[in-house]
Nanobody, 125 residues
Framework: VQLQASGGGLVQAGGSLRLSCAAS????????MAWFRQAPGKEREFVGAISWSSGSPYYADSVKGRFTISRDNAKNTVYLQMNSLKPEDTAVYSCAATNSGVELALGTTRPYMYWGQGTLVTVSS
C-alpha cells in the first residue's frame, strides 16, 4: 500500500486548507485511515481517523470543531479539511492506513501499518 499526501502550504491564521491522501495497493474501502502531524521538535500527534466500516470520523480534542475527515472510496482518497487554522497547527501532516478489515484506534499509531510521506502545513500569525 502506498499513500501520497498533498495539499499542504502556507496559510494565514484563520484560513483553511484541504489535505488529500491518495492510496494505491488495493482494499482502500476496508482500511481505516488516520491523519497524524508532527511539529518541529515535538512528538507525532494524532489528529483524527475515519472508520472503514461505519465511515465515522473521530478527532483529537485539539482539532475538534475545526477539522473534518472524509473519505471517497471510489477515488481511494481520504481528506482532511482544516478550517480556522492556528499557528500551533503548523506541522508535517501524514496519513496512515490500517491493514484490510482493521478498525481504527484513537491516539495511537499501533494499527496503522502504512504511512505517507507527509505534507507541510505552515500557519502564519
Amino acid at each position: 500500500v502506498q499513500l501520497q499526501a498533498s495539499g499542504g502550504g502556507l496559510v494565514q491564521a484563520g484560513g483553511s486548507l484541504r489535505l488529500s491522501c491518495a492510496a494505491s495497493g488495493g482494499a482502500f474501502s476496508s482500511r481505516s485511515m488516520a491523519w497524524f502531524r508532527q511539529a518541529p521538535g515535538k512528538e507525532r500527534e494524532f489528529v483524527g481517523a475515519i472508520s472503514w466500516s461505519s465511515g465515522s470520523p473521530y478527532y483529537a480534542d485539539s482539532v475538534k470543531g475545526r477539522f473534518t475527515i472524509s473519505r471517497d472510496n471510489a477515488k481511494n482518497t481520504v481528506y482532511l479539511q482544516m478550517n480556522s487554522l492556528k499557528p500551533e497547527d503548523t506541522a508535517v501532516y501524514s496519513c496512515a492506513a490500517t491493514n484490510s478489515g482493521v478498525e481504527l484506534a484513537l491516539g495511537t499509531t499501533r494499527p496503522y501499518m502504512y504511512w505517507g510521506q507527509g505534507t507541510l502545513v505552515t500557519v502564519s500569525s
